[in-house]
C-alpha cells in the first residue's frame, strides 16, 4: 500500500490551488468598501438584487409547474406518447438558455415570422397591436425556465418511481383519487428531491450570463462584468461576486439539507414494479399530451427547428474556415479541459478511496466546490491573483533583469484551462467516485489474494469496470466547457474565438441568423450527453 | 502432515483498540479449521491478517514453515499463495466465468490454463457454465465459482470468510459439505470464519471459539462440544444445561444424579457450589433408568423429541428420545446419565442457564 502521506502531498495543494478564485472572491468581503462599491449600494445594487430575485422566483414556478407535472403524469398515468415523453422531457437541457434566447428573440420580433404572419392574417400594421416585448425579465423567466425544469423532472420522476407502489395502492384502496393521491402522499414524499431539483436550477438561473445580458436584465452577472469592465473597479466587482456567492451558498445548503432529509422519505419498493398506472379517458389524455408536449415543443423542438432553418440557409457557412477554427479551438479547449479534469479528479478520488481520512474527504469537497460558483465569478476569482501574480514577476524582472516579461498568465490559455478545471472539476469527480463505489474493496482483496499486485489489479479489475464512468465524466466536462459563456468571455486570450463566444458576439450585433451558426455546432455537441442520459434512464425501468 | 499454518501471540488492534488478543494456534495441512465466535468478536480480522491485509501488531504469522507476518513485517498478500473466498464473493463482474477462475493464472501457458479452468470447473460440479457471467448466475453457483477461482492457482491455504452466510439454510448445509469434498480432493488446507455453529460442528477438523478477540479454545469439535474449557464455550455451542452440584473433594462432584468424578482441572475451593455441564446426549432416558423426573416440556425435531426434565430437587434437564414413543408433558421418564467427560465451572452468579428447546 502507498503511504498517505504521498497522497496527501499531491492532493492538498492541487485542491488549495482549484479553491483560488473562490478563496480570492471570498478575501474580497473582508477588504473595506471602496467608493464604487458605496456608488454601487446607493444606485444599482437593489436593482441587481431585485431582478435577481424576481428571476429565481419566476423561474422556480416555471420549472416546478413543468417538471411535477410532467413527472407525475409519464411514472403514473397511462395516455399516448407516455414512453416517448419519458425521456424526451430531457431534451431541453441540451439547450443553453443564451441561444434559446437568441432563437426566440428572432422568431417573436418585429420583423420575424411569428408577428409579420398575424400582420398579414389580420392586416394590422406596425403599432396596431399589442405584443408581449420577449427581452424582458418575462422573457428571461420563460427562457431559463423552459431549459432548466429538466432539472426538477428528473429528479422528481426518480424519486416518483423509487416510491413504494405499496404506498401508492394503498392510498387508492382507501379511497384517494389520483388528484388527492398526487397532492396529499406523492408530492410531500417525493418534497426533498424537488428542492433538490429547484436549488440545481436556481444555481443554473443565478449563474445565467448570457441570457440576462441579451434581454438587457441587470443581474448580479451583468452587474459584475460592468462594474469590472464599464467602471474598472476590480475590488467592487470582486465584492459583488461575494455577494451573489451567498446566494448560492443558501441553494447549497438547501440542496444538501434536502438531500439529506431525502432518506427519511425513502420507501422501500419491495413489491416490484407492478403498479397499475391509472388509465385517463379520452379528454384526461389529451390534457396530460398537451402538459407534456408544451415543455417540449417550446424548450426543444421550436427553437431547434429555428436554429436548423437558420442554419440550413446559410450552410455554406459550415465550411467557412473561420468557422472551422472556431470549431477547432472550441474543441481543443474542451478536449483538454475534459482531460485534465478526469487526471485531477481520478488522483483525488482515488486518494480518499486508498486513505478515507477526514483531510482526504475535505480535500476532495474543496476541489469539488467550483460547480456551484457562476462563470463570472470564477472569472473574476481567477483574474485577480493572475495578474498580481504576472505584475510581481513582472516588476521583480525588470528590477533584477531590466526587461518586461509581460502578461504570462492572465490573458493566455492556461488562465483559461484554469478556470474551466476549476468550475467543472466536480462533474468529473462525480462521476469518477460513483464509478469508484461500484467496485467492492472485497474485488480488490480477491485479486490480491490471486497473486496480482496493485497495478494488474488497476489495469484488469478497475480500468474494465470505470470505463463507463470515466467516459461519462470526460462527455460531461467536454460539453459544459463548450457551452461556458461567461468564463470564456473573460479569461480567453485577447481575439481568440470560441463557439460560444462567437454566438455571444454576432447575436450582440443582431446578427441572429449568424449566430445560429456556431449555435447549431453547440446544441449539437449538447444533445449527445443527454441522448445517453435518457437512454440509460429509460433503460433502467418503463 | 506438516504444520502448514501457526500463529503465535497474534495481536491486531486498529488505533488502540485491540480487536485480536494474543491468539495462538496451529493448523496440519490438509485440515479445514473454523473460528467461530459471535459478531464482533474479531474472527474477519484475524482472517485478514493470516491473509496479509492487516499488520500484526505483537506476535508472528508462519504460513508453511516460512515467516509472513510479525511486528514491523507484512508480506504483501499477492505474495502469500493463499487464496480467499469473500461473504460477498467478490466475482469479478465484467469477467466470465473462465475468465474469473482464469484470474490467479496469468503465469500460466494458455493450454495450462484452459486445461486447469475445466479442471476446476468439473470439479464444483458445473461444466456448462464457463461462457456465463457472474450476473446470471445463481448465488449457489456464484459460491462454487467464488471457490473455483481462489483454489486455482493452488494456494498453500484457502481462507473463507463466511463463505455461506448469503446463501438460504439449506443450501448452505449442502455447500458446506461440497466444499469440504473439494478441499479433500484437491489437498488444500483450509480456515473458515462463520458464526453458524452446525456448519463449524460438521466439517471441521479444528474449531476456535473467539470472544472478545480472545481465542478461549482450540480444538477438535468433540472437545469443543464435550470439554469446553470455558463457560462461554460450553453455552455458546450446542444446547445443554448447568446443573448444580457440590465438590466433594478436588475430583469428585455431587449432583441430584449421583457423584462423578471431573475431568477439568480440579477446583481449589473444596465444598463449594459448581455447576456440571450436562449436554442432552450425556442422559439416556427408558424406564429402567434409576433417577425418575417429570417432562415439563418437549420439541419435536423430526427423528427425536427433545424433552426438558425437571428432577424432584429442581433440577432441570434436556434429554432426547426416538420420537416413536413420545411421552407427554407431565409425564413420568426414567434417566440413565453417561457422561464421558464431566466438566465443573465454578457456580456463575447469574440464574442457572437453561437453554430451553
Given amino acids: 500500500m502507498s503511504r498517505p502521506s504521498l497522497w496527501i502531498f499531491t492532493t492538498v495543494p492541487i485542491a488549495l490551488l482549484l479553491s483560488l478564485p473562490l478563496l480570492t472572491v471570498v478575501a474580497f468581503l473582508l477588504e473595506p468598501s471602496a467608493e464604487v462599491w458605496s456608488h454601487l449600494a446607493d444606485t444599482v445594487l437593489k436593482s441587481y438584487i431585485a431582478n435577481s430575485l424576481w428571476l429565481m422566483l419566476g423561474v422556480a414556478v416555471g420549472t416546478l409547474l413543468m417538471g411535477v407535472s410532467s413527472a407525475w403524469l409519464t411514472t403514473m398515468c397511462n395516455f399516448p406518447g407516455r414512453r416517448f415523453f419519458a425521456w424526451a422531457l430531457l431534451l431541453p437541457m441540451a439547450l443553453p438558455a443564451y441561444i434559446i434566447a437568441y432563437t426566440y428573440t428572432g422568431l417573436l420580433e418585429v420583423g420575424g415570422p411569428v408577428q409579420s404572419t398575424l400582420r398579414s392574417w389580420f392586416g394590422w400594421d406596425y403599432g396596431d397591436y399589442w405584443f408581449p416585448e420577449i427581452r424582458s425579465l418575462g422573457g428571461a423567466i420563460v427562457m431559463l425556465s423552459l431549459v432548466l425544469y429538466p432539472y426538477v423532472y428528473l429528479l422528481t420522476r426518480a424519486t416518483f418511481l423509487e416510491q413504494s407502489t405499496a404506498v401508492l395502492e394503498v392510498s387508492r384502496s382507501l379511497g384517494h383519487g389520483p388528484w388527492s393521491t398526487f397532492f396529499r402522499l406523492a408530492v410531500p414524499m417525493a418534497r426533498p428531491a424537488i428542492i433538490a431539483g429547484l436549488s440545481l436550477a436556481l444555481m443554473e438561473t443565478l449563474a445565467d450570463y448570457g441570457t440576462v445580458h441579451y434581454f438587457g436584465v441587470s443581474t448580479f452577472t451583468t452587474g459584475i462584468l460592468r462594474t469590472w469592465f464599464g467602471m474598472g473597479d476590480v475590488a467592487a466587482a470582486a465584492q459583488l461576486s461575494a455577494l451573489l456567492l451567498s446566494f448560492v451558498f443558501i441553494l447549497i445548503v438547501l440542496e444538501r439539507w434536502s438531500r439529506r432529509k431525502a432518506r427519511y422519505h425513502h420507501t422501500d419498493n419491495k413489491t416490484g414494479g407492478g403498479f397499475a398506472r391509472y388509465p385517463l379517458r379520452r379528454w384526461e389524455a389529451v390534457g396530460a399530451f398537451l402538459v407534456c408536449l408544451l415543455p417540449l415543443l417550446f424548450g426543444f423542438f421550436i427553437p431547434l427547428a429555428q436554429l436548423g432553418w437558420w442554419g440550413w440557409a446559410q450552410a455554406d457557412a459550415f465550411l467557412e474556415p473561420d468557422f472551422l477554427r472556431l470549431l477547432r479551438h472550441s474543441m481543443q479547449l474542451a478536449a483538454i479541459a475534459a482531460l485534465l479534469a478526469l487526471l485531477i479528479a481520478l488522483l483525488l478520488a482515488y486518494g480518499k478511496r486508498l486513505h478515507p481520512t477526514p483531510l482526504m474527504q475535505a480535500t476532495v469537497r474543496t476541489a469539488g466546490m467550483g460547480y456551484a460558483i457562476p462563470g463570472t465569478v470564477i472569472a473574476v476569482g481567477v483574474m485577480i491573483p493572475f495578474a498580481a501574480l504576472d505584475n510581481t514577476l513582472d516588476s521583480w524582472a525588470r528590477e533584477t533583469f531590466g526587461y518586461s516579461t509581460g502578461l504570462l498568465l492572465s490573458g493566455t490559455l492556461v488562465a483559461l484551462l484554469f478556470g474551466y478545471v476549476a468550475r467543472f472539476l466536480a462533474v468529473s469527480l462525480n462521476s469518477v467516485e460513483s464509478g469508484l463505489l461500484k467496485i467492492k474493496p472485497t474485488y480488490d482483496q480477491a485479486a490480491r489474494s490471486l497473486g496480482a499486485s496493485q497495478g494488474f489489479t488497476l489495469l484488469r479489475v478497475h480500468l474494465p469496470l470505470l470505463r463507463g464512468s470515466l467516459f461519462t465524466a470526460l462527455l460531461l466536462v467536454f460539453v459544459d466547457v463548450l457551452k461556458e459563456l461567461p468564463a470564456t468571455l473573460v479569461l480567453r486570450p485577447f481575439n481568440y474565438n470560441t463557439l460560444a463566444v462567437r454566438a455571444y458576439e454576432l447575436a450582440s450585433d443582431e446578427q441572429l441568423q449568424a449566430a445560429a451558426v456556431p449555435a447549431v455546432a453547440i446544441v449539437i455537441a449538447g444533445l449527445i450527453p443527454i441522448l445517453i442520459l435518457s437512454y440509460s434512464i429509460t433503460s433502467k425501468r418503463t | ?357
Fill in chain 2, 1 to 357: 502432515m506438516s504444520v502448514q499454518l501457526q500463529l503465535s501471540e497474534v495481536s491486531v488492534a486498529y488505533g488502540r483498540n485491540e480487536v485480536v488478543k494474543r491468539v495462538c494456534f496451529t493448523l496440519e495441512g490438509g485440515d479445514l479449521g473454523c473460528l467461530i465466535g459471535p459478531s464482533g468478536c474479531g474472527k474477519s480480522t484475524l482472517l485478514r491478517a493470516i491473509a496479509g491485509f492487516e499488520p500484526v501488531t505483537s506476535g508472528e504469522i508462519e504460513l508453511h514453515g516460512r515467516q509472513v507476518s510479525r511486528v514491523g513485517y507484512t508480506q504483501p498478500p499477492e505474495r502469500r499463495r493463499i487464496g480467499m473466498v469473500f461473504q460477498d464473493f467478490a466475482l469479478f463482474p465484467h469477467l466470465t466465468v473462465e475468465d474469473n477462475i482464469a484470474f490467479g493464472l496469468r503465469r500460466q501457458r494458455r493450454e495450462e490454463r484452459r486445461q486447469r479452468v475445466s479442471e476446476l470447473l468439473s470439479l464444483i460440479g458445473l461444466p456448462g457454465i464457463a461462457r456465463h457471467y457472474p450476473h446470471q448466475l445463481s448465488g449457489g453457483q456464484q459460491q462454487r465459482v467464488a471457490l473455483a477461482r481462489a483454489l486455482a492457482p493452488k494456494p498453500q491455504l484457502l481462507l473463507l470468510d463466511e463463505p455461506f452466510s448469503s446463501l438460504d439454510a439449506e443450501l448452505r448445509e449442502q455447500l458446506a459439505s461440497e466444499v469440504r469434498e473439494v478441499l479433500r480432493r484437491e489437498g488444500v488446507t483450509g480456515l473458515m470464519v462463520t458464526h453458524d455453529q452446525e456448519e463449524a460442528l460438521g466439517v471441521a477438523e479444528r474449531i476456535g471459539v473467539l470472544y472478545h478477540g480472545q481465542l478461549l479454545q482450540w480444538d477438535t469439535p468433540y472437545a469443543i462440544y464435550h470439554a469446553p474449557q470455558h463457560r462461554f464455550v460450553a453455552d455458546f455451542i450446542g444446547r445443554g444445561v448447568f446443573a448444580p452440584g457440590l465438590l466433594r473433594n478436588e475430583r469428585q462432584v455431587e449432583t441430584e444424579l449421583g457423584c462423578f468424578t471431573t475431568s477439568t482441572p480440579p477446583l481449589s475451593h473444596s465444598g463449594g457450589a459448581v455447576d456440571v455441564l450436562l449436554r442432552p446426549d450425556d442422559l439416556i432416558p427408558g424406564e429402567e433408568g434409576p433417577f425418575r423426573g417429570q417432562v415439563v416440556a418437549r420439541r419435536y425435531c423430526g427423528a427425536e423429541y427433545l424433552y426438558t426434565v425437571r428432577l424432584k430437587g429442581g433440577t432441570e434437564l434436556l434429554c432426547p428420545a426416538p420420537s416413536h414413543f413420545p411421552y407427554e408433558v407431565g409425564d413420568e421418564i426414567g434417566l440413565t446419565p453417561a457422561l464421558r467427560e464431566v466438566v465443573v465451572f465454578p457456580r456463575s452468579t447469574s440464574e442457572d442457564t437453561v437453554k430451553q428447546p
